[in-house]
């Protein structure tokens, strides 16, 4: 790759979510400025290498993308209020740029629009790895394990949307303001929790999601700094990130919490999230995300001081259960009580959610049943959940683990 | 709505390996199946045998032909089938993401074509 080419790859990594929130704000067409800015980037790659490399890539890129997008509106015949309407947001955008020599960064705006109350949940958490972070859509759809043309057509009609409905780009106003940040962190966390199943990034195609989640917290965290729901889910990722190398042994083989090795646990990242749950702590406005946040400290508690502290753990997924009525938290809670009072005390926490016809296919439940089953010497009844547990699993290495676990009953 | 998930992997490496590897695939496979059925997802399904053990028919200008091994020279040859129940392709796919045989080969979805 010449350096041209480097150069116009690093400006569409990391300039494209900018440039992208930027023109969206403008002119509220964010296909139409997909289009656009595609077409700016194809013309750098083109034009930099003969020229060198702009003074400002992402100014350079700005001017292509307007140019492109009026030569579009000419061509188009579109009516002539509309094209005025446009002209003038593009001329604007433009001139903005080039007074203050740097593009606003708008990307917490485009969040907003993405992650809007009125577009479909499933298409909130893909609209911003396609928008704001710049994947392709077949990336995306892989991640969600969706096929490629479904969530083609699940983005094309959320931008759709945005544009008909008149979605603002904008940071909602105080009244509004908790309900659309709590949609707009949910879709960060499941950006998160989609990056956590690679651990060892096996793929090579996919950019970690989990550390392009932990930015997107961060951006949020800090232009939100009165909030403590970004920080509460920032922790959350970081703590959980930082775990990261003790998930696998070094033969790529599944290593559950309790067994990890804490000397591979990120320290700085620890600490850096102890201090953002403090942080978040001094509102007085406790939510789902710092509670999360908190059990996973209790976890960590485990590299300072040799024991997780379960008992900790089973009160704050009470206060999840109650908050959120989530039947995932009270499989958890289920758990977390087994380590403190017991498996017999866990496994009728667990019958209480039995009957949900949701975890007829949610693994997590059978591989917990089938543990505390184990535990309560009831093999017979632990294997049959194994063998659910293993046949919903998604992740091989998950799946031998369990497999292990199945044949080590006797 | 039915969807047919057909298991394509090379089948030299099945065969190739370890017999306690095999009978962990295997025991894999029985235990994706019950999940299937106990989701009420499961229509049927088999595992095929290796394809030097089939034919190929085809008929041209009243001339039947018959060959041995696959229709296709390829990498990955079918090796089984499942015949699932789900609500849409989302669905199908995340069930043929569950398939022992999407980590050692590749699935392929098809909806069934409604009579």
Not at chain 1, 70 to 97: C, P, W, Y
Not at chain 1, 106 to 114: S, T, V
Not at chain 1, 324 to 339: D, Q
Request: charge should be negative; include cysteine.
């Amino acid at each position: 790759m010449t350096p041209a080419h480097t150069a116009a790859a690093q400006a569409a990594r990391s300039g494209y979510g900018k440039l992208l929130a930027y023109l969206a704000a403008q002119t509220r067409d964010l296909a139409e400025a997909e289009d656009a800015l595609a077409d700016a980037f194809a013309k750098a790659l083109d034009a930099w290498p003969r020229t060198g490399v702009p003074a400002s890539p992402e100014a350079w890129l700005l001017t292509a993308a307007r140019n492109r997008w009026l030569d579009g509106l000419r061509r188009k015949r579109v009516r002539s209020d509309a094209r005025d309407h446009l002209t003038l947001a593009l001329d604007e955008a433009q001139a903005q740029a080039e007074t203050h020599h740097d593009i606003p960064d708008q990307r917490l705006r485009l969040i907003f629009a993405c992650a809007h109350p009125a577009i479909a949940p499933p298409a909130r958490a893909p609209m911003i790895l396609q928008t704001v972070l710049g994947f392709d859509a077949k990336a995306i759809a892989s991640a969600f394990l969706v096929a490629p043309a479904a969530m083609a057509q699940r983005l094309v009609r959320a931008k759709a949307k945005i544009r008909d409905a008149g979605i603002p780009f904008a940071i909602p106003e105080r009244a509004d303001l908790a309900e659309r940040l709590d949609a707009a962190l949910d879709a960060v966390y499941t950006v998160f929790t989609r990056g956590w199943g690679d651990p060892l990034g096996a793929d090579p195609e996919s950019r970690g999601l989990a550390e392009e989640a932990i930015w997107l917290g961060r951006l949020i965290a800090q232009v939100l700094p009165d909030e403590p729901e970004p920080k509460g889910l920032l922790a959350l990722m970081l703590h959980a990130h930082a775990r990261r190398a003790a998930r696998r042994d070094l033969g790529g083989r599944f290593v559950p919490l309790d067994a990890q090795d804490v000397s591979l646990w990120d320290r700085p990242m620890l600490h850096e999230a102890e201090a953002l749950i403090h942080q978040a702590a001094a509102a007085g406005r406790p939510a789902r995300f710092q509670l999360e946040a908190a059990i996973q400290s209790a976890h960590a508690a485990r590299a300072f001081t040799g024991q997780a502290d379960w008992a900790a753990v089973v009160i704050l997924y009470d206060g999840l259960v109650a908050m959120t009525g989530s039947v995932v938290a009270a499989i958890n809670r289920a758990v977390a009580l087994s380590r403190s009072e017991g498996p017999a005390q866990g496994l009728a926490a667990l019958d209480a959610v039995a009957e949900d016809p949701r975890l007829a296919d949610y693994q997590p439940y059978w591989a917990a049943r089938a543990d505390l089953l184990a535990r309560t010497g009831d093999k017979a009844a632990a294997a049959a959940a194994y063998d659910r547990a293993i046949g919903l699993e998604f992740d091989p290495a998950l799946r031998d683990f369990l497999q292990e676990r199945r044949a080590g009953l006797g | 709505m039915q969807y047919m998930l057909m298991i394509y992997s090379d089948q030299s490496r099945i065969q190739a390996m370890a017999p306690e590897d095999g009978q962990k695939m295997m025991a894999a496979f029985n235990a994706y199946t019950e999940s299937l059925k106990a989701a009420g997802a499961y229509v049927g399904g088999d595992r095929l045998q290796p394809t030097s053990t089939g034919a190929t028919v085809r008929v041209r200008d009243g001339q039947t032909q018959v060959l041995d091994g696959p229709y296709a020279d390829t990498k990955e040859q079918l090796g089984g089938y499942y015949l699932i129940e789900a609500a849409d392709l989302d669905e199908a796919v995340k069930w043929a993401a569950r398939c022992p045989g999407a980590a050692v080969g590749t699935l392929e979805v098809r909806p069934v074509w409604a009579m």
